[in-house]
Structure formats: C-alpha cells, structure tokens
C-alpha cells in the first residue's frame, strides 16, 4: 500500500507563506488514489477539507477561506503533492495532514483511505 509523508510546516507570522508537500511513496500514484487533499485540524474543531487535485485530470478544489491564498499542485515525476500556502492568517494555524483516495465529494473526510501523520502550521499575529 501507499504511504503518504508530509514536510513543510513550521511557525510564520501573519501574512507569511509555507509549502507543505506530500511524498507518495510505495509506488507512483497507486490506482486507488482518485483524488489527493490536504486537510487540517485546529485545536477542538473538526478536520475540515483544505484543497484537492484530481490525479489524472489535475482539476483542483479549494474550500472558500483558502481561495486566492493557497494552491494545490502535483509533481507526477517526483510522486508528490504540494499546498503552496500564501498570505497566511492566524485561522489557517492547525495540523495538517495529506490524504488520498477515491471519492465523490473531494472534502468529505470518510472518504479518503490513507492518510499521513500530519505536519504543523502556526501562525502568529
């Protein structure tokens, strides 16, 4: 099976930027893997979707508060995803953590089948 491996995190203030990548290893794109997302998790709140790439297609999904901020991208030779993450806010601090699967609705959680251990993001006002 695949596994999935973030890196990239790390402490910013206000307005600063992080690239979180995720490193597909295993082998490259697994045919189970439809969609590749980043979601995130704040202290006490639900694990809500951040953005999605469809593998094949390379079509992207943001959710409303990162639009014009973040941006989701796939590097096919080198087996991995990135979230280019720009004029960050003190909201986006949370774990983030890269997940892939087959889905139908790209932030719906359940859906995805592996999931990385996540990798931290603060942001300081």
């Known amino acids: 099976q695949g596994q999935l491996v973030e890196s990239g995190g790390g402490s910013v203030q206000a307005g600063g930027s992080l690239r979180l990548a995720c490193a597909v290893s295993?082998?490259?794109?697994?045919?189970?893997?439809?969609?590749m997302a980043w979601f995130r998790q704040a202290q006490e709140k639900e694990r809500e979707g951040v953005a999605a790439i469809g593998i094949r297609s390379g079509t992207t999904y943001y959710t409303d508060s990162v639009k014009g901020r973040f941006t989701i991208s796939r590097d096919k030779d080198k087996n991995i995803v990135y979230l280019q993450m720009n004029n960050l806010r003190p909201e986006d601090t949370a774990m983030y953590y890269c997940?892939?699967?087959?889905?139908?609705?790209?932030?719906?959680?359940?859906?995805?089948?592996?999931w990385g251990q996540g990798t931290q993001v603060t942001v300081s006002s």
């Open positions: 997940a892939a699967g087959r889905v139908v609705n790209w932030a719906t959680r359940a859906q995805y089948n592996y």
């Open positions: 295993a082998y490259p794109y697994p045919s189970d893997y439809g969609f």
